[in-house]
């Protein structure tokens, strides 16, 4: 009895506590998690430390003048210098609102296609082109915009200037209408529509089967359906999907860069062939830049990198907020 | 004895024949009226009869539903004929595209330019000289170290979004969301002032590789947490209650149970960046020789090719050049797209 009595293993310690291997693996993936943290942080960090002296030279007019020039003497130091990114902050906003206003509808319209119309294979085939064309480089559509579609684009422009000329924005100083912000807003649509297209399919179809059934038992037409049932369920996340659009289209270079005419001047009238973006600037003055020009462009960047990130953080806030209140 | 009349079933609801005939017509005659409205009327070539007809045929259908049936049916068929429209040019662009790339491209595409580099040639010889090699491996080469930086970042923060689940979970999220706006311009700008300025002093492949990581950790990361999210968790518990640690379920249950969604991840990361022009213009200093050194030298890339034979050349050769390159770029985003898709069955995104 008594050896037996000694064979019984001593009870296991029950615990919560993972395990040695489970604490390390713990670890790992936790440090790996925050590497999107970590990597963003570097980001600011770095084009500060770059770009800080130049901001705090320039001050405030940084963002405000819009002139870019740097004054050498003859020993190659900086006499003098102005240096703002003000003309391409227009040039951002102004092209990619273009983008939006242009994009949004037509995306908006094609995901309510593709959500309530097509069907079957029709829908499938639709579904993976679209997602296909999200996936194409931004070369593609530069240069596809500059050979291609500007000869179209710029007689859309001039029509627009003959019959509603008398706005100011759609008013030319001369007649130049290639190139011209205009058209690189309608490229940078043409880029956007997918992103929009797919995110907005995928909050249309997140709508509450029942209350769309519940709209059709009460006699509601599709549209009928669609205004009182899928449109207050998924504007917040529409909207979101906007705005990472017009994220995508503040930070585009290659397509704005190949598209657009990068003249450094404020220019607010949009059909005329002159403008440019922050990110088309950095890589249009990069190749030429000395030394105190390149911190300059570092500063720029960090602007361009906290308005995307603005951007997109509220973008992904109403994305989140409304897009999947009814899974 | 009385027969049960058994009612015929049928589909009130379905198109009739007529219906369709009625519709038919109208749209033909919706052709015809915009045929003779682009004849007798400023509007001016296929631009002008495309938006002629769309209204024209707008107005016919609701005037047939508004006799047909009341306003709100015609106002119905207007939301549809508007659906149409907005589907009709999301896919203009994307079929446009294609056929321009394929019609440029194809003259600019040689078996010999697969062996050769653009070392002694400028980009206005004939096709025949002169190559892409340098392209291709340095694209390679740049896209795999991309790869072998950005996978074990982006699969652990997948893990850690959806095994660990810690209090982090959600601001994890929306910086990877945040990340994946970054414009590929401020991160070749980032490598440039952390590690070109500072370290290396010297433009290469790596620098191409750190950059382009950048861009590839957010799109892998997502992707591959959407595929984590796919494996039931009975495998989880199924594998906890067998008495395995948490490390033993996900190395053996739970990432084997993914491997075809973890390849889709890689495939749409690569299919991300391969185009990326931007920050490799910045960093990876666009060389036009054969260069299978990534830590040192300039390395050429297939963007590269095609921007330096668009912008510098000028010749109807560079421009074929420039087309075919844009070809072989845009034959890889169709193959990785039908590999994920082939692989995944699912959207893809």
């Known amino acids: ?327 | 004895m009385t027969t049960q009349v058994i009612p015929k079933p049928s589909k009130p609801w379905e198109v009739t024949v007529k219906q369709r005939a009625a519709t038919g017509s109208l749209i033909a005659l919706a052709v015809v009226l915009a045929g003779v409205s682009v004849k007798f009327s400023g509007l001016n070539g296929k631009l002008g009869f495309a938006v002629s007809f769309f209204f024209i045929a707008t107005g016919l259908i609701f005037i047939q539903q508004l006799r047909l049936r009341d306003l709100q049916a015609a106002k119905d068929a207007l939301l549809s004929s508007f659906a149409m429209l907005g589907i009709v040019l999301t896919l203009i662009p994307i079929v446009s595209i294609v056929s321009t790339v394929v019609i440029k491209g194809y003259k600019g595409i040689h078996p010999s330019l697969l062996f050769k580099d653009m070392a002694l040639n400028s980009v206005n010889d004939p096709i025949t000289e002169g190559g892409l090699l340098h392209a291709l491996v340095g694209t390679s080469i740049m896209v795999f170290g991309a790869l072998i930086i950005s996978f074990p970042i982006g699969v652990l923060t997948a893990l850690y979004l959806t095994e660990i689940r810690g209090k982090l979970a959600r601001p994890i999220k929306f910086l990877v969301q945040a990340m994946s706006g970054v414009p590929s311009i401020v991160a070749g700008l980032f490598i440039l002032s952390s590690l070109v300025y500072p370290v290396t002093k010297e433009l290469s492949g790596l620098m191409g590789s750190f950059a382009l990581s950048i861009l590839m950790i957010p799109t892998i990361a997502r992707t591959a947490e959407e595929m984590l999210r796919l494996i039931p968790s009975d495998l989880r518990e199924a594998g906890v209650a067998l008495g395995a640690t948490q490390w033993r379920t996900v190395s053996g249950v739970v990432l084997p149970a993914a491997k075809s969604g973890l390849v889709t991840a890689i495939i749409l990361g690569v299919a991300r960046i391969i185009g990326e022009t931007a920050p490799l213009l910045l960093v990876s200093g666009g060389g036009d020789a054969l260069n299978m050194n990534p830590t040192s030298g300039a390395m050429g890339s297939l963007p590269y090719y095609i921007w330096k034979s668009f912008l510098t050349g000028g010749t109807e050769e560079a421009f074929a050049r420039a087309w075919g390159g844009m070809l072989v770029l845009l034959a890889f985003i169709f193959i990785l797209f039908g590999l994920a898709r082939f692989l995944s069955g699912r959207k893809v995104g």
Do not use: C
């Open chain 1, 1 to 327: 009895m008594e050896n037996q009595s000694a064979a019984i293993p001593a009870p296991r310690e029950i615990t919560t506590k993972p395990r040695r291997s489970d604490q390390v693996f713990r670890g790992i993936v936790t440090l790996g998690g925050m590497a999107s943290l970590v990597i963003l942080g570097l980001i600011a960090f770095f084009l500060s430390i770059k770009g800080f002296h130049i901001l705090s030279e320039e001050k405030f007019s940084f963002i405000t003048e819009s002139r870019w020039e740097v004054l050498t003497d003859e020993n190659g130091d900086i006499a003098d210098s102005t240096l703002g990114i003000g003309a391409m902050l227009v040039g951002t906003f102004l092209s990619a609102l273009i983008a939006i206003s242009v994009g949004v509808p037509i995306a908006v319209l094609s995901a309510l296609y593709l959500t309530f119309y097509a069907r079957g294979a029709v829908k499938k085939i639709l579904i993976s082109l679209i997602d296909l064309m999200a996936a194409f480089p931004s070369l593609l559509y530069g240069f596809w915009g500059f050979f291609v579609f500007m000869a179209s684009a710029e007689y859309w422009a001039k029509l627009l200037n003959k019959y509603l000329g008398f706005l100011p924005f759609f008013d030319v100083p001369a007649p130049i209408f290639e190139r011209s912000p205009f058209i690189a807003g309608l490229v940078l649509a043409i880029m956007i529509i997918p992103i929009v297209t797919s995110i907005s399919r995928e909050i249309f179809d997140q709508t509450p089967l029942d209350r769309i059934q519940a709209a059709y038992a009460l006699g509601a037409s599709k549209l009928a359906m669609i205004r009182a049932v899928v449109i207050p369920y998924g504007r917040g996340g529409v909207v979101g999907g906007a705005m990472l659009g017009l994220g995508r289209a503040m930070g585009e270079t290659v397509a704005v860069y190949t598209v657009l005419n990068v003249v450094y001047q404020i220019n607010w009238q949009v059909l005329f062939g002159a403008g440019g973006n922050v990110a088309s600037l950095i890589l249009l003055k990069f190749g030429e830049a000395g030394p105190y020009e390149v911190d300059a462009l570092m500063a720029a960047g960090l602007i361009l990198f906290i308005l995307t990130l603005i951007v997109n953080a509220l973008a992904d806030l109403l994305i989140n907020r409304f897009g999947s209140k009814g899974k």
